[in-house]
């Protein structure tokens, strides 16, 4: 079945660059997401982006999508305290409207 | 603007007793319906999801059932609680039909004691 993994912890520095990464197995991927989840809230849609794109900036958000490796990644640019949370990739294909969610990158900004 | 709701926000119960989380969506109409428990390895699971009042498919067999008496209301219960049921339970709504992205509520933490 269709899979999605993450590195489970990133940490940098406050001010620096963060860099999420994410792959995904389904070649049929139609759509693919990044989720924020702060502590003891619910999952949060920061962005999403079609198969057929290779990025999509917004604000301080750069996702790059190489659909031949079948890897998106997540850049936040100027990394505040406040960008401390889990982030989940998630993707869906055409015919399933139901997203694959990885297991979420937990990210540490420390000052 | 569309807002889902969830209750009760937490929730401790002891093993055995019934179960019942409801979730609320506001603003839209006919949205698909989903229920995920995220335990603490962080993933989610999906364990319910529904189409249209009425219409349920089930991802997990286990203790837990799903209803959706109304267009946006969803109802998570169970019968017979188990300490393995303590989680924190998220529902979710997305557009149906459209770019399938979806939308969470606060979420419930149940504790099972």
């Known amino acids: 079945g269709e899979d999605v993994e993450q590195s489970l912890f990133l940490s940098v520095r406050e001010g620096d660059s963060s860099v999420i990464n994410c792959t995904y197995t389904d070649s049929s991927s139609t759509y693919l997401y990044w989720y924020k989840q702060e502590p003891g809230a619910g999952l949060q849609l920061l962005t999403y982006i079609f198969s057929n794109m290779d990025m999509k900036q917004d604000q301080r958000l750069t996702v790059l999508l190489n659909k031949k490796d079948k890897h998106l990644s997540l850049r936040i640019a100027d990394t505040q305290t406040g960008d401390s949370a889990i982030y989940f990739c998630a993707e869906s294909s055409g015919g399933s409207y139901i997203p694959t969610f990885g297991r979420g990158t937990s990210l540490i900004v420390h000052p | 603007s569309q807002t889902i709701h969830q209750w009760p926000a937490t929730l401790v119960q002891p093993v055995g007793s019934p179960l019942s989380l409801e979730c609320t969506v506001e603003g839209t109409s006919n949205p698909n319906l989903y229920w995920y428990r995220q335990a603490a390895g962080r993933g989610l699971q999906l364990l319910f999801y529904s189409v249209g009042i009425g219409q349920i498919s089930s991802e997990v067999p286990q203790n837990l059932s799903a209803s959706r008496p109304q267009d946006r209301q969803f109802i998570l219960s169970s019968k017979k609680l188990l300490l393995s049921d303590s989680g924190f339970y998220l529902c979710?709504?997305?557009?149906?039909?459209?770019?399938?992205?979806?939308?969470f509520g606060p979420g419930t933490r149940l504790t099972v004691t």
């Open positions: 979710a709504w997305s557009k149906s039909p459209g770019v399938y992205e979806q939308y």
